[in-house]
């Protein structure tokens, strides 16, 4: 039977080209390559929306941002599943939105963590789904200065979120993917990925994917 995989995420997730300002070909975004890596056995979903937070409302957006908000819904429109990637909390960081540090970002990944497991499921044959909590990359030194206004103070607080994330996993018997070990931010705007890293991180992936699916 086909397993089916959710990533859950922002603009990393969705394939943001901060060199081009539009988004990275369909090939070069992380669930793509993940999901080319593992193959036909899997279905590897990609729910990324730009500047999606873990659990807070931005104010200023078009749309709803806010990650706890719309993530049963999205788990009632993908079900069943049987893994759920959660990539999220950069955009926790900017000042303006209700968290602004790591301990805010990743008390809104328990937050997400806590819908899942007390997501009420349809499928009564089908096991809840396995958490992957991935930590997101550093946000890095750039000359766009609306960005590094956007984010003043967040790269101190993005290097503390892998080992936050880690123990927040370790707490709810969730699995841990430090993205951070694997790729690094494009110094365009300090907080997005370039057509390799982007690649990169769908590589990382599979492994502990693999592991977790049992295939």
């Not at 008390?107 to 963590?113: N, Q, T, Y």
């Not at 967040?154 to 070990?181: H, N, P, T, V």
Request: charged fraction near 20%; proline fraction near 4%.
């Amino acid at each position: 039977m086909t397993k089916t995989v959710l990533c859950y995420g922002d603009s990393l997730t969705w394939g943001y080209d901060a060199e081009n300002l539009g988004r990275h070909a369909f090939d070069d975004r992380w669930p793509s390559v993940l999901q080319k890596a593992l193959g036909g056995e899997v279905n590897v979903i990609a729910e990324g929306l730009n500047g999606r937070t873990t659990a807070y409302d931005d104010h200023l957006a078009d749309c709803d941002r806010n990650g706890a908000t719309l993530l049963p819904t999205i788990l009632h429109s993908h079900a069943p599943l049987d893994l759920v990637i959660i990539m999220l909390g950069t955009n926790d960081l900017k000042r303006g939105i209700g968290a602004g540090s790591a301990v805010g970002a990743v008390k809104g990944v328990e937050r997400l963590v806590s819908l899942i497991r007390h997501h009420a499921w349809s499928f009564e044959d089908h096991d809840e789904p396995e958490i992957l909590i991935v930590s997101p990359p550093h946000i890095c030194e750039t000359a766009n200065d609306m960005f590094a206004a956007m984010y003043a103070g967040a790269i101190e607080q993005s290097k503390m979120m892998g080992s936050l994330y880690r123990d927040l996993a370790d707490d709810k018997g969730c699995a841990f993917f430090d993205a951070a070990s694997v790729v690094v931010t494009t110094p365009l705007d300090g907080v997005h990925l370039d057509a390799e890293n982007t690649r990169a991180l769908g590589r990382g992936l599979e492994p502990v994917v693999r592991m977790l699916l049992g295939i």
